[in-house]
Antibody, heavy 122, light 107 residues
Framework: QVQLQESGPGLVKPSQTLSLTCTVSNGSIGSGGYYWSWVRQHPGKGLEWIGYIFYTGSSYYNPSLKSRATISMDTSKNQYSLKLTSVTAADTAVYYC??????????????WGQGTLVTVSS | DIQMTQSPSSLSASVGDRVTFTCRASRSVNNYLNWYQQKPGKAPHLLIYTVSTLQSGVPSRFSGSGSETNFTLTISSLQPEDFALYYCQQTFSTPYTFGQGTRLEIK
């Protein structure tokens, strides 16, 4: 079955760029049919959808992030990535990658990666 | 954005109890409503999609219902492994949004 695994620095300084990668195994991100998404969870809080990318390269982001987020994909490595610029302490969160299944009249997130905690601090 | 509101925010129950959680959307999400379970330190796990369809491997004691703006998740007979956080999510329109969660605790 498809598995996702996040990786990247656990500590980022304020005003810098957060960069994370999601490696997908047992499934090709370039084969179509799915969107590939990032979700974050602030400590002790709920879930916030960041955005997603389709295998064509088209992407969509949560406007709450004010254009700071960029999701890209590398089909040769079967990975997709998140960059979040100008981070502040408010961006401290556990970041999850998740596959988005979209079919006619339905869509859902499954599976999810295990998550990676990113702390923004000097 | 579509706001998702879950109630109650927390619930105490005993093994064997029947429990129901509610999720309300600020406007219709059609049937684009999913439920996830999250245990401490773990990623959310899909339980139910499109209001009432159980994800493969999810026990039949879980069920979902509702339409438009009002949805429920029911666990018919609580098992020890069911004590967790539960989130609803709408995928009707972007930005996709989640409820704030209902914490199910052991009484």
């Amino acid at each position: 079955q498809v598995q996702l695994q996040e990786s990247g620095p656990g500590l980022v300084k304020p005003s810098q760029t957060l960069s994370l990668t999601c490696t997908v195994s047992n499934g090709s991100i370039g084969s179509g049919g799915y969107y590939w998404s990032w979700v974050r969870q602030h400590p002790g809080k709920g879930l916030e959808w960041i955005g997603y990318i389709f295998y064509t390269g088209s992407s969509y982001y949560n406007p709450s992030l004010k254009s700071r987020a960029t999701i890209s994909m590398d089909t040769s490595k079967n990975q997709y990535s998140l960059k979040l610029t100008s981070v502040t302490a408010a961006d401290t969160a556990v970041y999850y990658c998740a596959r988005v299944v979209m079919t006619w009249a339905r869509s859902w997130f499954d599976p999810w990666g295990q998550g990676t905690l990113v702390t923004v601090s000097s | 954005d579509i706001q998702m509101t879950q109630s109650p925010s927390s619930l105490s129950a005993s093994v064997g109890d029947r429990v129901t959680f509610t999720c309300r959307a600020s406007r219709s999400v059609n049937n684009y409503l999913n439920w996830y379970q999250q245990k401490p330190g773990k990623a959310p796990h899909l339980l139910i999609y499109t209001v009432s369809t159980l994800q493969s491997g999810v026990p039949s004691r879980f069920s979902g219902s509702g339409s438009e703006t009002n949805f429920t998740l029911t666990i018919s007979s609580l098992q020890p492994e069911d004590f967790a956080l539960y989130y609803c999510q709408q995928t009707f329109s972007t930005p996709y949004t989640f409820g704030q969660g209902t914490r199910l605790e052991i009484k």
